[in-house]
Structure formats: C-alpha cells, structure tokens
C-alpha cells in the first residue's frame, strides 16, 4: 500500500512553545490529507481536511487559530500546534487518500506523541 | 445517533482460532465504504480491508475477510488462524457519499483484541 511519512514520533515542549507536524505522502501525491487527534483508550476524532493550494476546512469544536495546518506541495501538509499547554498533549495522526485505484483508501502516518509540559 | 458501533470493547481469543470482531453502521447514503484497520501498541494505523457498499462479493485480504450484510448494516472482520501479532486495538470505519467534506471517515470505538498462546 501507499506509504504516509509523519514527523516527529514523539516531541515534549514547554507550556507556550509551538509545535510543528509534518504528514508526508511518500511516492504518490496527496491533494488530500486528514488531521487526526486521539486521547489515550479512545478512537480517532477527525480535526481538519488539509487541501493543497487551499485553506484547511476544520471541524465543529477545532480552533483553526490553534491549529494552523498548511498543505503547501502535493506531498506534504503540516499541522502547527500554536502556544501549545498541557491539554494539547494527546497523540496525532494524519491519513491520506491513497493513488490511482487505491483513492478509496486512508493511507495513516505512524502518528506524534505530544506532551505538553 | 452513532455512525458506527463496535459493541465489543475486548475480545479474547485463542492463537491458531478465528475470531469475528462486530460492526453495525448508520447511514443514509447509498454509495458508502466500510473499513477495517489495526491499531497496535505503537500507534500506527494499518489498514486491512475495504469494503464497497456496491461490492457484491464479500471482501477478502489473506486472513482478513469482511462479512458484509448490507440489509442489517453490518461489517464483520473475520480473522482467521489468529497469530500472537494480531493482539491490537481494531477500528471500524466509514466513508460516505462524495458530498461536500464527506469524505473523512467516522470510526468506532474498536475492540481490543488479545490473542493468547
């Protein structure tokens, strides 16, 4: 299958600090990626659809100004956590829509563990 | 109302056994996808079935086979000759009707699933 790249794994920063996460499409082109937020033992809770070339559509609850995405290429979007505190921390996924006859399919990162300090 | 429901928090089987891990969904649409992935200890989501809501034929991937009843709106994942690595969290997902933003998935609240020798 279609291979997603998500950098970094696991990052800790202090209370106030910026973080960024970056969602690569390795070998294929993404016009679409999915940002994904998961708290520990519960299921995945979709946070925004990134477009390339276009603004992010966010979902009901997620503030865009706290989480700045950017799809700036075909193959990579970013997700920047803003002033990040201790209630950001939480482990983030993104996913991409799969090439040619695999567009049906969610192709995931291996995810980024924040912790907020 | 829930869009998919997994009613089996965890499940236990014994190594070389099938397993069936439950899905019910709810949609309106007619033109909808139904999705399996495994989620383990590290984070990463792995995709392992699709299903077609105009698929006739029930889907299949090695072990993994996808028992798809569309009057009762269900999507079962049959796992066959069950192996220790296959104890991980597993997620039902759907992607419905190419409408507007619809083409985000919804997942369940999945099944922790423990394989024991």
């Known amino acids: 299958g279609a291979v997603v790249s998500q950098h970094p794994s696991w990052v800790i920063c202090k209370s106030g600090t910026s973080v960024k996460i970056e969602c690569r499409s390795l070998?294929?082109?993404?016009?679409?990626m999915f940002w994904y937020r998961q708290f520990p033992k519960q299921s995945l809770m979709l946070m925004a659809t990134?477009?390339?070339?276009?603004?992010?559509?966010?979902e009901q609850g997620v503030e865009k100004d706290k989480f700045l995405i950017n799809h700036a290429s075909l193959t990579l979007s970013t997700l920047t956590v803003t002033s990040a505190h201790p209630e950001d921390s939480s482990f983030y996924i993104c996913?991409?829509?799969?090439?040619?006859?695999?567009?049906?399919?969610?192709?995931f990162g291996a995810g980024t563990r924040l912790s907020v300090l | 109302a829930q869009k998919i429901t997994q009613t089996q928090p965890g499940m236990f089987v014994q190594e070389k056994e099938a397993v069936t891990l439950d899905c019910t969904y709810d949609?309106?649409?007619?033109?909808?996808?139904l999705f399996w992935y495994k989620q383990p200890s590290s984070g990463e989501m792995i995709f392992l079935i699709y299903?077609?809501?105009?698929?006739?034929q029930n889907a299949t991937e090695g072990r993994y086979s996808l028992n798809f009843q569309k009057a009762r709106k269900s999507a079962n994942l049959v796992i066959s000759a069950s192996q220790l690595g296959d104890s991980a969290m597993y997620f039902c997902?759907?992607?419905?009707?190419?409408?507007?933003?619809?083409?985000?998935?919804?997942f369940g609240s999945g099944t922790q699933l423990t394989v024991l020798p």
């Open positions: 996913s991409a829509e799969g090439p040619g006859s695999a567009k049906n399919i969610q192709y």
């Open positions: 070998d294929f082109q993404a016009t679409t």
């Open positions: 990134s477009n390339e070339g276009s603004k992010a559509t966010y």
């Open positions: 949609t309106s649409d007619q033109s909808y996808g």
């Open positions: 299903q077609g809501s105009y698929d006739e």
């Open positions: 997902a759907m992607r419905e009707g190419r409408k507007g933003s619809a083409r985000q998935l919804t």
